[in-house]
């Protein structure tokens, strides 16, 4: 029997193949984008994904200030923090979120859905929203990819 057939690859730093992928945010519901870029960072979407190593893609996004959310969400949908002092919880609508940056959402949408340790920081340093059509990454020669093609 030959054993080097049962060989499982795993991927590590210098293995992991990083491309960059820019997606077009103009007109996508938030949590649906959201899964599928967290989904692109992590790198499940390549055969050799490995939990524990970051593995997945750049992620650029554009024209996030075009971004829908569905149902009564602008007004209802609350972001809770906390300042650390007694007293000291705060929220804010998605609405409101948005008119101060219209990136922050889909951040924090994305960032919700990475693991909560040190990788997670780690392949959240890969994301880079816009608001706009214009970005500074145009020498990585981003490949646009369709949405719609991911499962």
């Not at 024209?63 to 609350?78: S, V, Y």
Request: hydrophobic share 35%; with cysteine; charged share 25%.
């Amino acid at each position: 029997m030959n054993t080097l057939s049962y060989k499982t690859a795993s991927a590590n730093k210098s293995t992991a193949t990083k491309e960059w992928i820019l997606i077009d945010a103009d007109g996508q519901t938030l949590g649906r984008l959201a899964s599928k870029i967290a989904m692109l960072i992590r790198g499940k979407h390549k055969p050799n994904f490995t939990p524990h190593v970051d593995c997945g893609d750049n992620v650029v996004v554009v024209n996030a200030e075009k971004i829908n959310l569905t149902g009564k969400k602008w007004t209802d949908k609350t972001y809770i923090r906390h300042t650390g002092y007694p007293g000291g919880q705060r929220s804010l609508t998605a609405s409101e979120m948005f008119e101060k940056d219209p990136t922050r959402l889909l951040e924090k949408a994305v960032k919700g859905m990475l693991p909560k340790n040190i990788l997670g920081s780690a392949l959240f340093r890969n994301l880079y929203v816009y608001a706009g059509t214009e970005h500074k990454h145009d020498a990585q020669n981003p490949k646009t990819i369709n949405l719609n093609d991911l499962k």
